[in-house]
């Protein structure tokens, strides 16, 4: 059966390093929405967690707000088990169609295009505060880096910037242990902001491309829809160039790179994936030694030709 199939992959690539036939080596994560988690990914070859959805540990909850001592207890877990590698946690990542009614206040006629992600937190500080103080205090365990989801300009990383530096500056004054030097990424999942990723590179420390907004944003398509599935298409030429242009933009900047969308996963796009530049994915637990095992016959200077090639098709 499926099981026993997937453990036997695992036992046979659990040793091997993801390096391809001409020694590049890339770097594979895993995608976690509980702690629980990392023990399986650890199990299957992860080096950390590349996508940690805080928003799950709210939709849990609700409709209580997560407290600053939930918060800190799982991002300690998160450091703890992750380590030596960092555990990456995304900022909450509601709105759309992950309904946050607690703390929208308002109903909107678009949530997709609505007040969700970084917007959203921004505009509920009170809560987002909460989330940050236990980041930093939780830091002191281990290495954790900071994602921002939904980013759509350069001045909402600084209006992030100045909030953090906001609560960092009370943490000090309360006096409670913290660290104030963790990474901070932008999610690359909507066309502004790939277009704009050599101003955004200077900002941050680092890019998480989430490949299925980003789709969908591009081509206007619903993955979910039926009836324009058809056309949600990760090869299309723009989606191919858009992300080629965030990897040599992180290059410039020499910031790392990673993709964390579905297609991650799927041992069938890693062709593409290296060939565009990127090194470093984070996916599924599960989906870990099939795309080890792809990689592993895949020639890195090959792979750009194929991607260049792409590029230039219609």
């Known amino acids: 059966d499926e099981l026993s199939r997937r453990e036997a992959l695992l036992l046979a690539t659990r040793d091997l390093r993801p390096l ?17 988690e990392i023990e399986e990914a650890r199990r299957f070859g992860a080096e950390g967690v590349g996508l940690y959805r805080s928003e799950f540990l709210y939709i849990e909850n609700a409709p209580r707000i997560p407290t600053e001592e939930d918060h800190l207890e799982i991002y300690r877990q998160l450091a703890e088990a992750s380590a030596p590698h960092p555990a990456i946690v995304r900022t909450y990542d509601l709105g759309g169609r992950k309904i946050a009614r607690e703390v929208m206040e308002t109903e909107e006629e ?16 009170q809560m987002f505060r ?4 236990a980041l930093y205090r ?32 009370e943490l000090a004054r309360d006096g409670v242990a913290h660290r104030g030097d963790l990474k901070v990424g932008v999610m690359i999942e909507v066309p502004s902001a790939a ?46 160039r858009m992300v080629r242009f965030v990897t040599e933009s992180a290059e410039a900047a020499g910031i790392p790179v990673s993709v964390c969308g579905e297609i991650a996963g799927d041992p069938r796009f890693a062709p593409l994936l290296l060939g565009m530049g990127i090194q470093e994915l984070s996916m599924a637990a599960t989906a870990l030694p099939r795309v080890k095992q792809r990689i592993r016959t895949l020639d ?7 991607a260049r090639q792409v590029m230039d098709q219609w």
Not at 29 to 34: E, R, V
Not at 300 to 306: D, G, I, K, V
């Open 20 to 36: 391809t036939r001409d020694g590049i080596a890339i770097r594979l994560q895993a995608n976690i929405d509980l702690p629980e």
């Open 110 to 125: 678009n949530p997709v295009l609505g007040l969700r992600g970084i917007r959203l937190t921004l505009a509920r500080p």
């Open 300 to 306: 890195y200077l090959a792979s750009a030709r194929f």
């Open 138 to 169: 939780a830091a002191v365990h281990g290495d954790l880096w900071i994602l921002l989801p939904m980013i759509s300009t350069v001045q909402e990383v600084r209006r992030f910037r100045a909030f953090s530096r906001a609560v960092l500056d």
């Open 195 to 240: 277009l704009t990723a050599d101003l955004l590179a200077r900002e941050v420390d680092f890019f998480a491309i989430g490949t299925n907004d980003l789709i969908q944003y591009s081509l206007a398509v619903d993955r979910n829809n039926e009836h324009v599935a058809d056309l949600y298409q990760p090869f299309h030429p723009a989606i191919v």
């Open 130 to 133: 909460i989330q940050l103080r």
